[in-house]
């Protein structure tokens, strides 16, 4: 019997990513425009979802980054979606269509691909600082343990499959700060941050 079986699976979506990371050269692309963070799931190694997430700190919001990106991304042939989401200059109006009421500020765009026969969803921020509540978990996550990592992904899961929306960095502190070990806890806290579930 494996005793991580959601933290084993996670790990072959690591892999994938790898793959896809190595094969784009993505990485030395956005080196160009400034700090490349690879954030999320994939830094943190509780990857359910076939996504990854970037956070990239420019000196300032300059609308040529993006315009350079796309005209790279559309040329490289990989990508079936290309989006632009200026969470910068609409920031009021992208925050009201988020749980939290807040968005990023940041110039986002969103990459998809095929690999593997299933569809990658690769996320671009780019930002003039680095957020504190990243750094946050971030610290939280590293010295998370193999069993914190398997509820997580346990709760991920759960979540998905009830169709409930939430910020993976509430599930992170959920198991890890609020030592949430059960589906009760789980809903008790995500309701105490004012989700509905």
Same mark, same amino acid.
């Given at each position: 019997?494996? #005793?991580?079986?959601?933290?084993?699976?996670?790990?072959?979506?690591? #892999?994938?990513?790898?793959?896809?990371?190595?094969?784009?050269?993505?990485?030395?692309?956005?080196?160009?425009?400034?700090?490349?963070?690879?954030?999320?799931?994939?830094?943190?190694?509780?990857?359910?979802?076939?996504?990854?997430?970037?956070?990239?700190?420019?000196?300032?919001?300059?609308?040529?980054?993006?315009?350079?990106?796309?005209?790279?991304?559309?040329?490289?042939?990989? *990508?079936?979606?290309?989006?632009?989401?200026?969470?910068?200059?609409?920031?009021?109006?992208?925050?009201?269509?988020?749980?939290?009421?807040?968005?990023?500020?940041?110039?986002?765009?969103?990459?998809?691909?095929?690999?593997?026969?299933?569809?990658?969803?690769?996320?671009?921020?780019?930002?003039?600082?680095?957020?504190?509540?990243?750094?946050?978990?971030?610290?939280?996550?590293?010295?998370?343990?193999?069993?914190?990592?398997? #509820?997580?992904?346990?709760?991920?899961?759960?979540?998905?499959?009830?169709?409930?929306?939430?910020?993976?960095?509430?599930?992170?502190?959920?198991?890890?700060?609020?030592?949430?070990?059960? #589906?009760?806890?789980? *809903?008790?806290?995500?309701?105490?941050?004012?989700?509905?579930?």
């Amino acid at each position: 019997m494996i #005793k991580y079986p959601f933290l084993e699976k996670s790990q072959i979506i690591k #892999k994938e990513a790898k793959t896809i990371l190595d094969s784009t050269n993505i990485v030395d692309f956005l080196n160009k425009f400034g700090e490349v963070n690879l954030i999320g799931s994939y830094a943190y190694d509780v990857m359910m979802s076939k996504d990854i997430d970037f956070h990239i700190i420019v000196k300032e919001f300059d609308m040529n980054i993006i315009k350079t990106s796309i005209n790279y991304f559309l040329d490289s042939g990989l *990508f079936e979606y290309i989006e632009f989401h200026d969470k910068h200059n609409f920031n009021e109006d992208a925050a009201t269509r988020y749980t939290s009421k807040k968005a990023l500020d940041s110039f986002y765009l969103g990459l998809k691909m095929t690999f593997n026969e299933s569809l990658w969803q690769i996320g671009i921020n780019f930002i003039i600082k680095s957020q504190e509540s990243s750094n946050e978990i971030i610290e939280l996550m590293k010295n998370s343990s193999d069993e914190e990592k398997e #509820k997580i992904l346990e709760f991920k899961h759960l979540l998905f499959e009830s169709d409930i929306k939430v910020s993976s960095s509430y599930i992170y502190l959920a198991v890890i700060e609020k030592k949430a070990k059960t #589906k009760e806890e789980l *809903f008790e806290y995500l309701k105490s941050i004012g989700y509905s579930v």
